[in-house]
Structure formats: structure tokens, C-alpha cells
């Protein structure tokens, strides 16, 4: 009889170092995606940045100044489906972290330490996943980084295709 109990609590602690190996690579990917994200947006501010940079120093031209922001345009969208992309990524990788702490957590029977504090990732997944359930319902006026940076790689891209047409405009009008 206490070879079986043996078996099991080997069983458990098993189990237990397989979702610390999970947890911890998840862990190390949300950072990663996270720091991606840092970049991206450090990026696009550079590369717009220097296109209007570009654009402010060759007023003249209104043919080339319209191709810039047309690049500035096709820039902002990707850099908008790029952070789609990484947000995906690590939501995904806070849902594996919140399943695990379900497991480790979940199975505990003293109220301290099953509190939501230890919770950390649970929290923020279900966080998230109550912010995109309000989002589809538009009862939400939360505003997140997800947010914000939705809005102005989209208003990038708008107000960039809009200078594009005017340029153009003015270039085919006035013929220079």
C-alpha cells in the first residue's frame, strides 16, 4: 500500500514539474511578445517619423511627398496587422499560464492561497477576455493599449491616404 502512494505522489510531483516547464516557457513567451510589441511600436514611430521628416524636407515635390505617404499608408497597415498578430500570440500565451495556475491553484484547499492575487495570469485572461466580450457588445469604454494603438496605426493610415490624394491632386492640377 505505500509503494502506491509513493507512485502517486511521484505521479504528482511529475506532473507538477511538467506545468512549471509550461508555465515558465509561457511565461518567457508572453515577455517576448510583449518586448516584439515594444519594438513594433518603436519602429512604426521611427519609420513614420522619418517619412515625415522626408516629406517636410521636399515640400516641392508634391509627386514624391504623395508616394511617401502612400508608403506611410501601406507602412501603417502593416504594422497594424503586425501587432494584431503578436497580441494573438500572447493572449494565447496568458490563456496556457491562466489553465496551469487553475491547476496549481485550484487544487488547493487553504483560502490565502487560492486568492486571486496568486492568480496573476488568470486574472488577466479572464480580464481580457470579459474587455473583448464587452467590446462586441459595445458596453465597454475601457480604453486599452490595444486600443490605442488600433486607433493610431488606423488614423496613421487614414489621414496618410487622404494627404496622399491631396497631393496628388494638387500635383495633377497644378502640373508640377
Known amino acids: 500500500m505505500t509503494e502506491n502512494s509513493i507512485d502517486t505522489s511521484n505521479d504528482k510531483d511529475i506532473v507538477f514539474e511538467k506545468q512549471k516547464i509550461v508555465y515558465e516557457k509561457a511565461s518567457e513567451l508572453h515577455r517576448y511578445?510583449?518586448?516584439?510589441?515594444?519594438?513594433l511600436f518603436a519602429g512604426f514611430i521611427a519609420v513614420i517619423g522619418l517619412i515625415v521628416f522626408k516629406c517636410c524636407d521636399i515640400l516641392s515635390d508634391?509627386?514624391?511627398?504623395?508616394?511617401?505617404?502612400l508608403v506611410s499608408t501601406i507602412v501603417s497597415i502593416v504594422f497594424y496587422f503586425l501587432d494584431k498578430r503578436n497580441?494573438?500570440?500572447?493572449?494565447?500565451?496568458?490563456?496556457?499560464?491562466?489553465?496551469?495556475?487553475?491547476?496549481?491553484?485550484?487544487?488547493?484547499?487553504?483560502?490565502?492561497?487560492?486568492?486571486?492575487?496568486?492568480?496573476?495570469?488568470?486574472?488577466?485572461?479572464?480580464s481580457h477576455k470579459e474587455k473583448i466580450h464587452n467590446r462586441k457588445k459595445n458596453?465597454?469604454?475601457?480604453?486599452?493599449?490595444?486600443?490605442?494603438?488600433?486607433?493610431?496605426?488606423?488614423g496613421c493610415s487614414i489621414v496618410s491616404f487622404v494627404l496622399?490624394?491631396?497631393?496628388?491632386?494638387?500635383?495633377?492640377?497644378?502640373?508640377?
Open 33 to 39: 511578445y510583449l518586448s516584439w510589441r515594444q519594438f
Open 62 to 69: 508634391k509627386l514624391i511627398i504623395a508616394i511617401l505617404l
Open 87 to 126: 497580441a494573438r500570440l500572447y493572449h494565447i500565451c496568458q490563456e496556457v499560464e491562466s489553465r496551469v495556475e487553475d491547476e496549481w491553484f485550484g487544487t488547493m484547499k487553504d483560502e490565502q492561497t487560492t486568492s486571486s492575487s496568486f492568480k496573476l495570469y488568470k486574472n488577466l485572461d479572464s
Open 139 to 154: 458596453d465597454s469604454n475601457e480604453i486599452t493599449h490595444t486600443i490605442i494603438l488600433e486607433w493610431l496605426y488606423i
Open 164 to 176: 496622399c490624394i491631396l497631393f496628388l491632386i494638387l500635383f495633377f492640377t497644378n502640373g508640377e
